[in-house]
C-alpha cells in the first residue's frame, strides 16, 4: 500500500524539494538581475552535476530510508537550526544568491554575516546538512555515501568559484586593511 511506503522521510524530502524549488525560483530571478547587470558566469557546464547531486540526495532520503525509520528529535533539531544558517547565508548575500557562480569585475566580495567567519558558509551548511539529514533517520549509510559524493562536488564548485572571485577577493580584502599614515 502506498500509506506503508510514505512516512516522515518521505514527507521531509517533499518537503525539502519545495524548500529548493523556492530556492531556485529565488536564484533564477536573481540570476536575471545579476546578467541584466554584467554579471559573468563561471562554471556553465558544471551546474548540472551540481543540480543532479542535490536532486539524488533528496531522492535518496525518499526512496531508501525506510517509512517506518525512526528519527532521533536532537539530530533534527540541529538540523532546523542548520536551517536558520542555511537563511542568515542567503540574507546576507541578497541578490547576489544564487545556485550558479556569478562575478561582476570590481564589485566588492561580501565578508560581513556568516562571511565574516567562513569563505564558504553556504557550502559549509550545505555538506553538514547532506550528512545530518539521513543521520536523523539512523540512514548512516546514505548520510556518509551522499555526504561524500556531495562534499567531492563541492569541493570542485569552490575550486571554480575561488578562482573565478580571487581577483575581487582580494580587492576586498585589501580595503580592510588598516591604513597607514606617513609622518
Known amino acids: 500500500m502506498i500509506s506503508d511506503s510514505i512516512g516522515l522521510p518521505q ?3 517533499l518537503i525539502i524539494l519545495l524548500q529548493r524549488g523556492a530556492e531556485e525560483v529565488y536564484s533564477a530571478r536573481n540570476t536575471r538581475a ?7 558566469e563561471v562554471g556553465r557546464s558544471y551546474y548540472p552535476v551540481v543540480a543532479t547531486t542535490h536532486l539524488a540526495w533528496i531522492a535518496s532520503i525518499f526512496f531508501l530510508i525506510p517509512s517506518s525509520a525512526t528519527e532521533s528529535y536532537i539530530l533534527a533539531a540541529a538540523y532546523i537550526l542548520l536551517q536558520g544558517v542555511r537563511y542568515w547565508v542567503i540574507g546576507t548575500l541578497g541578490r547576489f544568491w544564487t545556485h550558479r557562480i556569478f562575478t561582476i569585475e570590481g564589485a566588492p566580495v561580501t565578508l560581513r554575516g556568516p562571511y565574516k567567519y567562513f ?3 553556504n ?3 550545505t555538506i553538514t546538512e547532506t550528512f545530518l539529514l539521513p543521520a536523523v ?4 549509510a546514505v ?3 551522499m555526504g561524500a559524493v556531495w562534499t567531492a562536488v563541492l569541493a570542485y564548485k569552490i575550486e571554480l568559484e575561488d578562482e573565478a572571485l580571487s581577483a575581487r577577493r582580494a580587492l576586498s580584502e585589501q580595503s580592510l586593511e588598516p591604513q597607514r599614515t606617513e609622518i
Do not use: D, M, N, T
Open 34 to 40: 545579476l546578467i541584466a547587470a554584467g554579471a559573468k
Open 143 to 145: 548520510s556518509i555515501i
Open 119 to 121: 569563505r564558504h558558509p
Open 137 to 140: 533517520f539512523g540512514a548512516w
Open 123 to 125: 557550502y559549509a551548511v
Open 11 to 13: 514527507i521531509v524530502a
